[in-house]
């Protein structure tokens, strides 16, 4: 089937370290996106990338990297300079102007 | 599950009864319009959507009503279901290709069984 692939569902982390978060699609889509969600807050746009080896800044960037190598994968890296990295991480992806396609998410949690 | 939505506003309908999810949104550019359903611990998932040449548009058991004067857009869910307790979010972009869409802050509905 088709889809989007967040993995780990659950990931900890100790203060001060960075830490990747994967993100795979199998649609074909050529634009993918990170999306961090806070109880409350909606979902608040961290990346984004068009194309493969390009990709955008967000509203919420800092903190955070990203790459795009290949069409299928957008990790992001939740850097030690992310000051709150504790949330619900959502990747999406989409083809043209139709809507954005979710993974299921990843929740990090750093003490 | 996750803990979204924590302070969220809150729409209880009675199960069978019909439930109505506002969304005000702020772009006056904006012209393509997304429901999404989030259930705990689980990613948004597409409901139905709609474009500013449109006032209405239905799908099954779902309607979303635009109106772009007063940059109003609506869902409406009929015989509402305990299936359908969930957080809803409305999202909306300019219609030109990967634009980021911009989301709302939900609305949780809870049904009562």
């Known amino acids: 089937d088709g889809g989007i692939t967040q993995s780990p569902k659950y990931l900890f982390r100790k203060e001060g370290q960075n830490v990747t978060l994967s993100c795979e699609q199998n649609?074909?889509?050529?634009?993918m996106y990170w999306y961090r969600q806070d109880p409350g807050q909606g979902l608040r746009l961290i990346y984004y990338s068009q194309i493969v080896n390009d990709f955008q800044k967000g509203d919420i960037a800092e903190g955070y990297s990203v790459s795009r190598e290949k069409k299928e994968s957008f990790p992001l890296t939740v850097t030690s300079a992310q000051k709150n990295p504790t949330a619900f991480y959502l990747c999406?992806?989409?083809?043209?102007?139709?809507?954005?396609?979710f993974g299921n998410g990843t929740r990090l949690t750093v003490t | 599950g996750e803990s979204v939505g924590l302070h969220l506003p809150t729409l209880s309908v009675q199960e069978g009864d019909n439930s109505i999810i506002n969304c005000a949104y702020s772009n006056s550019a904006s012209d393509y319009f997304i429901w999404y359903k989030q259930e705990s611990g689980k990613g948004p998932q597409f409901i139905i959507d709609?474009?500013?040449?449109?006032d209405k548009r239905q799908g099954q058991r779902v309607t979303v009503l635009l109106n772009k004067t007063v940059k109003h857009l609506s869902l409406q869910i009929a015989a509402t279901q305990p299936g359908d307790s969930a957080v809803y979010f409305c999202a909306e972009t300019p219609y030109s290709g990967n634009t980021p869409l911009v989301f709302g802050k939900g609305t949780r509905l809870s049904v009562i069984a």
């Open positions: 999406a992806s989409k083809a043209g102007g139709g809507p954005l396609h």
């Open positions: 709609i474009r500013s040449n449109m």
């Open positions: 649609l074909n889509h050529d634009a």
